[in-house]
């Protein structure tokens, strides 16, 4: 370990709580050198939907590179591009009636929402984005500024303009949608006209907050009457997370852009894209661009993934009964653990339990870890255990896991009823 400790910087986070050294993975498990197993509830954030070295996607890739395949193609034309594109048309945008130009950008979810941020400046003319309490849309700096949590925005070091922030859905009770359309509405409100609104249907990093469809559609009308675009940040909620493949899909709305990343490679991979309408790609050749933007081996397993797992509606079937069952055990655990935790977070296979503090919800966490169970915290305080693991895990694996977190959250409801008495 001391390598770690004397060569990597400290901005690492996830090796603080996770302090082993892993060597494999394979499906929902992380396993050490010394073949200690861990059940994964973390899904590399989000970017492991269909796990570990899944064996469809990893023959695919061998099979490619031992052809000598195209490994970086920049955005120049490739036979692997040609293959994503067509899949990705053929099933998922053309069976959900969506129109889109798919923009390659560098291949991470902050490239990509600077990209969407910067097309909907363009096509506007104007400069104002809205964005929502508690979203997050990465740490650069034009995705940071949509950024609403403190921790993450002060490790910028300069003011993060160019943004206006309103209550999301729930928000302390606060009506964010009448005051955003009041606003609108008043030329004495000092609301520079936005070029678009910034969105996580399903918020992450933020605490598994829910937009509900109403909501959602009372957004995009209002958009709609002040002539704004709306932009879905996609890049955890989309790729089957919630549920369907788009997190937006339950509400009808089309958004104007939408930005995803993580799982839309399949196997871990760096890829981003920004779906755009196509009367907005008004980009000029190379303006927004990045030397990664082609990574012909993610296009490869992306490709295999949509084909193998969205052909038909068996792999969301099999994603609504893992999120039943998930959803059965955060009620079994907020029925037996009052006096730890509040309430039910999130949606699909992105599901939460907020706990009473922070506190908790790391204490619980850290259990789980010395239990074998891989799973972090999210919310402004880590106040809410998050429910990760891959969409493809069987049902008794999931059992397994979920039976390490009531076993922790046992001990720690114990521990505070004796801290009380």
């Known amino acids: 370990m001391n390598i770690f400790e004397e060569k990597e910087s400290k901005v690492r986070s996830y090796c603080n709580s996770f302090p082993v050294v892993f060597s494999k993975a394979k499906g929902s498990w992380l396993h050490t050198a010394d073949n200690k197993g861990y ?29 000598d395949g195209i490994t970086h193609g920049l955005d120049m034309y490739t036979d692997a591009k040609r293959q994503f594109l067509t899949a990705f048309n053929q099933h998922i945008l053309s069976p959900r009636g969506l129109d889109y130009k798919t923009q390659f950008t560098g291949p991470t979810g902050t490239n990509a929402v600077e990209a969407a941020m910067k097309l909907a400046r363009k096509v506007t003319g104007r400069t104002n984005i809205v964005t929502f309490t508690n979203g997050f849309h990465g ?16 490790g910028a070091g300069i003011p993060l303009p160019g943004t206006t922030r309103i209550p999301f859905e729930d928000y302390a009770d606060i009506d964010g949608l009448t005051y955003f359309d009041t606003m609108l509405s008043d030329n004495s409100s000092g609301l520079d006209k936005p070029a678009a609104v910034l969105l996580e249907a399903v918020q992450g990093e933020g605490g598994l907050n829910v937009a509900s469809n109403a909501w959602l559609q009372r957004l995009e009308t209002i ?34 852009i939408v930005t995803l990343s993580k799982s839309i490679s399949g196997y871990g991979l760096p890829m981003a894209l920004v779906l755009l309408k196509p009367e907005l790609d008004e980009w000029l050749p190379g303006e927004h661009n990045g030397t990664f933007r082609g990574n012909n081996h993610a296009f490869v397993t992306a490709k295999t993934a949509i084909e193998h797992f969205w052909q038909n509606d068996a792999f969301e079937q099999h994603i609504q009964a893992r999120s039943e069952q998930v959803t059965k055990t955060i009620q079994t655990a907020l029925n037996s653990f009052p006096n730890i935790f509040v309430r039910a977070k999130g949606r699909g296979m992105m599901q939460g339990v907020e706990s009473i503090n922070g506190d908790i919800a790391g204490d619980i966490a850290s259990l789980c870890f010395e239990n074998g169970m891989v799973i972090e915290t999210a919310g402004p305080n880590d106040e809410v255990i998050k429910f990760f693991c891959p969409l493809t895990i069987t049902e008794s694996d999931l059992a397994h896991g979920l039976a390490i977190f009531l076993k922790a959250a046992e001990q720690v409801a114990a521990e505070q009823t004796r801290k009380a008495s």
């Open 139 to 154: 740490c650069s700096l034009g995705a940071l500024a949509a950024t609403g949590n403190q921790h993450h925005r002060g």
């Open 39 to 67: 059940i994964d509830f973390l899904a590399g954030a989000g970017s492991l939907n269909y796990g570990h070295n899944n064996d469809i996607l990893k023959e695919a890739l061998l099979a490619y590179i031992s052809q």
């Open 223 to 256: 958009c709609k009457k002040h002539k704004i675009l709306v932009i879905v940040d996609d890049i955890q909620a989309g790729c089957g997370r919630t549920g369907t493949f788009f997190s937006f899909e339950p509400s009808g709305i089309t958004p104007d």
